[in-house]
């Protein structure tokens, strides 16, 4: 069976802990990135600093209504309760989640992109996107290519990082050129590949989609 989702409620649930076995404590802190605008309504997730603008990433097969949404980030604050507190907290992003409607989950399923067979995956296998600058994001497909200003580290998406230290984020790119947005975070631990998951209402309506960074650890991790 491919892997299955986790308890995301939790994920997004200000002030939720957990603990790993080196006795770290992580607290969830739910932060607010902005309104990402879906003018066609296909949702991109992957690593800005890769893909963005190379038409590498394809939106996801479900689509939405085109709008306005909420993005956020669960943001994990790392301590060790038997070390001094840091002077700079250590955080790392859990999860991020696009809001399409806020009404409770009740299922689960893995955001898929075209050709993407979930018979074709084995035990605890997933489809994700790859990371190798440390950040994911969420954007419209019709984004893709409408942030010339963006190239390594120049541009917009490369500022938002700079100017708070490289903090985890999240946080709400605007070209200026062209108006697009994109919302971006830091993934996790960093580099890496990182599934993403649609919630849907008890009607069936999509609610959420939620990529998980993997830092939360599931049932039987630590």
Known sequence: MPMSPRDYTRY???G??????TGTIGTIDVRPAGELSLPSGRVVACDPFV????????????????????VEAAV??????????PDTPHLRVAAARLVIRDEPVVTWEHALQPGQDLAELSDDEFYGYGVDAGTGCFYDAESDGAFPECEGDEGPLWDA??????APGPY??????TGHTLAAFGSGWGDGAYPTWIGRTKTGA?????????????????
Request: charged residues 20%; hydrophobic residues 35%; proline residues 10%.
């Open 76 to 85: 994990a604050t790392l301590a060790d309760p038997d070390e001094p507190a």
């Open 172 to 177: 709400l790119i605007t070209s200026p050129s």
């Open 161 to 166: 990082f700079e100017e708070h230290d490289h």
């Open 206 to 222: 999509v609610a959420c989609f939620v990529t998980d960074f993997f830092v939360i650890p599931g049932e039987g991790e630590a």
């Open 12 to 14: 997004f649930t200000p």
């Open 51 to 70: 893909a963005l603008g190379a038409g590498e990433s394809e939106p996801f097969t479900v689509t939405v209504e085109p709008g306005r949404y909420r």
């Open 16 to 21: 939720h802990t957990f603990a790993y076995e």
